[in-house]
């Protein structure tokens, strides 16, 4: 059978025949698990999705309607046998069918193919054709369809942009004047779309109508955006008139796996990374791929420049891949040693930053955190000296994840974060103004200005639409979420269930993001906790709850709330020091916490010890993305349990 969800949701089976799925209920079911792309869905989300307010009964109307659509989309199974399709797993449930059964998977693997290689185009094509209106276009009033079909109509239109980029380059595109017209008409934000515009107008010939596309670009964006064209329409503009070679067709061989030509395998790499969303996971391998190809050359300077290529912006120190992360950082560190002291100032410069980069700090064993944080000084200097600007901010790029190294440096990453602001926005590199606000969301986060923080998470937001940064409203959910969090302890403020709703609904963002396990794992239970310990009440105990690396920490807490003293004792001792990331000043806050109230003074001075510097600072605001209130709260909690005699 197939499911069909870009349209109304519908369902076929082999020959064609519709499946009758059932009323509304029934078939947003099954649009939910279709969007979680073969993860399981809890069934407390399920409900949760379903109904704003849930019946008393709703878990049980839940699973009649999973009988109802097991039945209807197995009408075969023999009784008593588990079902294949629609499966339980866990707390919840899970759809099992091929990706290729699924239009919406299919759509987004055919896009995936494309960003890698021209011949991904007829696949595209077929797969823009399959769209027959919005994505889940009969489910209506709900937070998670209109999130989903917000993000699947994003990924349409960059399909829509890539198949015409993919025909200009190969030569044709002419015919694309009208299709291209009518998408700037619905579109007039997107720079890209006037660029292809003008691009299939030069190639029909009309050269004087392309310049005045890019004319009214230009006059769009400055009289109702205030903003002056990218550089990429401004180049593109500067070859028309000049008639320049990068015009003509792209005839670029693809072999092994890795694109020769202008542009490396590499870049492609740092292109979907950009992207989000399951291109991370192909980014990842890609770049791999990339730099033991170019090792295998033989030519080190060749390496150099493939490893120092992938300058992806980077925010979160815990690394979503570390085993990968170590084959880059082992590579680049076999290339520098091969380059030697002497080699080339700017591709050392750019392998340094890149072992700072990929060294995230929670990842680190003692032995190796010095190595990573003397590799940011050094290519910090470097970039410096050569006055290179986008050399220099990938180099801060690397001195803010190496700034992790003791609680309390919210201040100091403040201005790393400023600098990468000021220099990528007068410098036009549109990737680190995005994580120049976001280091300053943070920041502020961090030290409880909440204003200034939601002013760099709506910067963040903007930009993001014409970089197509589709992870940052996820980073921007989680903020909101925390504010709200802090809010919820304020009269008049939100409710503290309207708090948890808003980390919900992050988490389900998130979750729905994939490539990011080393910041998804553990954060929506880490967040609960906080916002219980915000309101004075125990730990979260649900056992289903994922704290991820966090459950070290966690545990004493967890096992204090269920009335286990003992036991929160034992772990307690077994609590290990918390690694330098962004959570480390939360993480010392529980050891605080459950030092204090099981009376444990050693463990109550080690956190007293640590916190200190963070006096002024917010638990975990540091993240952008939680809280647990003010340091100092937690800080004199321990100090009053190391004062009693």
């Known amino acids: 059978m197939r499911i069909d969800v870009l349209g109304a949701v519908r369902a076929l089976h082999d020959d064609g025949t519709p499946v009758d799925l059932g009323g509304p209920r029934h078939r947003e079911v099954l649009a939910r698990l279709v969007a979680a792309g073969g993860r399981m869905v809890p069934t407390d989300t399920l409900v949760n999705d379903l109904w704003t307010e849930p019946p008393v009964r709703a878990v049980g109307a839940l699973r009649t309607f999973v009988a109802a659509l097991r039945r209807a989309i197995e009408p075969g199974r023999p009784p008593r046998t588990p079902p294949r399709v629609l499966v339980t797993e866990g707390p919840g449930y899970a759809l099992r069918l091929p990706r290729d059964s699924v239009d919406v998977h299919r759509f987004e693997d055919a896009l995936v193919r494309a960003r890698r290689t021209p011949a991904g185009l007829t696949g595209l094509d077929a797969a823009l054709a399959a769209w027959r209106g919005l994505a889940y276009a009969d ?21 829509v942009e890539l198949r015409a980029r993919l025909l200009l380059d190969s030569g044709s595109g002419a015919e694309l004047v009208a299709e291209l017209g009518a998408h700037v008409t619905e579109h007039p934000w997107r720079e890209s779309a006037w660029g292809l515009l003008a691009r299939a107008l030069h190639r029909a010939g009309r050269q004087a109508d392309a310049l005045a596309t890019l004319r009214r670009a230009r006059e769009m964006l400055a009289d109702q955006l205030g903003l002056d064209p990218g550089a990429d329409l401004q180049r593109l503009e500067t070859d028309i008139l000049r008639g320049a070679a990068t015009l003509q067709p792209s005839h670029t061989v693809w072999t092994a796996g890795v694109r020769l030509g202008p542009r490396t395998t590499v870049e492609l790499a740092r292109t979907l990374a950009l992207a989000g969303g399951h291109a991370l996971v192909h980014s990842r391998r890609d770049r791999l791929a990339a730099v033991q190809a170019a090792e295998r050359t033989g030519d080190t300077a060749l390496t150099a420049r493939v490893i120092g290529a992938y300058d992806v912006p980077a925010l979160w120190s815990r690394a979503d891949d570390p085993e990968q992360s170590r084959a880059v950082v082992t590579a680049a560190e076999r290339t520098l040693t091969a380059l030697g002291t002497g080699g080339p100032a700017g591709l050392r410069a750019r392998l340094l930053a890149t072992v700072a980069v990929e060294s995230r700090s929670a990842d680190l064993p003692a032995t190796e955190r010095g190595r990573a944080g003397q590799a940011a000084r050094e290519a910090e200097a470097l970039a410096r000296e050569l006055g290179d600007p986008a050399l220099l901010v990938f180099a801060l790029n690397g001195v803010f994840l190496q700034s992790f190294t003791r609680p309390g440096l919210a201040t100091a990453r403040d201005l790393i974060g400023t600098e990468i602001l000021d220099l990528a926005t007068r410098h036009e590199l549109p990737d680190f103004v995005v994580l120049g606000h976001l280091i300053r969301m943070q920041s502020a986060s961090a030290l409880g200005d909440l204003d200034t923080a939601s002013g760099h998470a709506e910067a963040a937001e903007h930009l993001a639409v014409s970089t197509e940064a589709s992870l940052v409203p996820v980073l921007t959910g989680w903020f909101r979420a925390r504010v709200t969090a802090a809010r919820s302890t304020e009269p008049g403020g939100p409710t503290a269930a309207t708090a948890a709703a808003r980390y919900r609904a992050a988490e389900h963002a998130l979750a729905e993001t ?37 459950h070290p920490w966690a545990l004493p807490l967890v096992l204090l709330a269920r009335n286990q003293h003992e036991e929160a004792r034992t772990a307690l001792a077994m609590t290990p020091e918390p690694p330098l990331d962004h959570m480390q000043e939360a993480l010392w806050c529980l050891t605080a916490l459950a030092a204090a109230r099981l009376g444990e003074r050693p463990a109550a001075d080690r956190a007293a010890t640590a916190l200190r510097a963070a006096r002024t600072e917010h638990a975990g605001g540091a993240s952008g993305m939680l809280t647990l209130g003010p340091v100092a709260r937690y800080l004199a909690e321990a100090e009053a349990c190391t004062d009693k005699k």
């Open 514 to 550: 994939a490539g990011m396990p080393g910041l998804h794992r553990g954060l929506f239970a880490f967040a609960l906790l906080g916002l219980r310990l915000l309101h004075d009440r125990p730990a979260p105990t649900d056992p289903a709850l994922d704290w991820g690396p966090y």
């Open 139 to 159: 489910v209506t009033g709900s937070v998670w369809a209109q999130r989903e079909r917000t993000r699947l109509e994003e990924l349409r239109l960059e399909g």
